[in-house]
């Protein structure tokens, strides 16, 4: 098989293309965790822009257009104009987007952090205030270049391109497809029916996109830093709410509760959002199965997640969506 072309980004390639910029790493180069994209912190031998340490991303080939990435990095730095604590790529040489090596890529500054903890509804509180004022930016106007997080683009497309694959084992397949699209014809309802793009039945505006405790950094005197919007994309605001709730439904209703406590001291929330979480969570299954399928040929994937494409996986997953659709029937949470 031809190399993956992850394969020639060498750690002398990460520091040269930092120079290419007047960056110049002191060879302390550790790679961070992510597998859509290459991550590494990098130490430099002079601080740019008040930074001793920067983060270098460098974008998985053909994924994004460049007017996609570039208007996630516009968002961003509309968000940290705004005062919203979203780490923005800096500007270097007057751009956010840079090219070397066969790679785009960008620079954000290094921000320390630990998760936080979403048990205490304080932290939940402070959370939901920033997710309010993320959401009036981002209201503000639409995205052109990025996603919709809607039926079409995050369900369907990756249910035919899962089928069309050979990716699911022929024992499990034809389980999988009955209960995919029973799942998927639930999802269309809560939607809002026939494409199910929301129709005018929900605000649709910018959203993080991917609001898992993972992508938020917390310190206990500033507060939370939000990172990574390299899945920013269009949807209703629910959507950066609901990956922050877990446990039993006591629980969820409790830490739902605190962070609209939050989010409603700066901008008004749509409780009829509230019946679309397990819908949204049922594409978020469905997406993230095909996500796995289609970066098989990257070497970090069968490493990283061995357990994919298993019998016992998809037979998992025909569970999992029989318990999203039980989900999907019940009264949604209030608050």
Aim: one cysteine or more; glycine letters at 8%; aromatic letters at 10%.
């Amino acid at each position: 098989m031809p190399a993956h072309p992850y394969a020639s980004l060498t750690p002398d390639v990460v520091l040269d293309a930092l120079a290419t910029v007047g960056l110049h790493g002191d060879g302390r180069l550790m790679a961070l965790s992510s597998y859509e994209n290459r991550v590494y912190q990098v130490a430099l031998e002079e601080p740019a822009q008040d930074c001793e340490q920067v983060v270098a991303k460098f974008y998985r080939p053909g994924r994004w257009s460049e007017d996609a990435v570039l208007e996630e990095h516009a968002f961003s730095r509309e968000l940290a104009q705004a005062e919203v604590p979203a780490v923005a790529p800096l500007l270097l040489e007057g751009r956010s987007l840079h090219h070397h090596g066969g790679f785009a890529f960008s620079v954000s500054p290094r921000r320390g952090g630990r998760a936080p903890e979403l048990d205490d509804q304080q932290v939940l509180e402070w959370i939901g205030r920033f997710l309010a004022r993320i959401h009036a930016v981002g209201a503000i106007r639409p995205f052109a270049h990025r996603p919709a997080l809607d039926l079409a683009s995050f369900g369907t497309s990756a249910r035919e391109w899962l089928l069309a694959s050979g990716r699911i084992p022929l024992d499990v397949e034809g389980d999988w497809r009955r209960m995919c699209d029973t799942a998927l014809q639930a999802v269309r309802e809560a939607l809002g029916g026939q494409d199910s793009g929301y129709g005018k039945a929900f605000a649709l505006l910018r959203l993080h996109g991917d609001c898992h405790p993972g992508n938020i950094l917390w310190t206990p005197d500033h507060g939370p830093h939000f990172v990574d919007l390299d899945d920013a994309c269009t949807g209703p605001a629910v959507q950066d709410l609901w990956m922050l709730l877990s446990g039993e439904r006591s629980q969820r209703q409790r830490q739902l509760a605190a962070l609209l406590d939050g989010y409603e001291q700066f901008r008004d929330f749509d409780r009829a959002e509230l019946r679309l979480m397990e819908a949204l969570r049922t594409l978020r299954l469905v997406h993230y199965s095909a996500w796995l399928a289609r970066r098989w040929d990257d070497p970090a994937f069968p490493a990283a997640f061995p357990w994919f494409g298993s019998s016992d996986y998809w037979k998992g997953q025909v569970q999992v969506l029989e318990e999203q659709l039980e989900a999907m029937a019940e009264p949604p949470l209030v608050a």
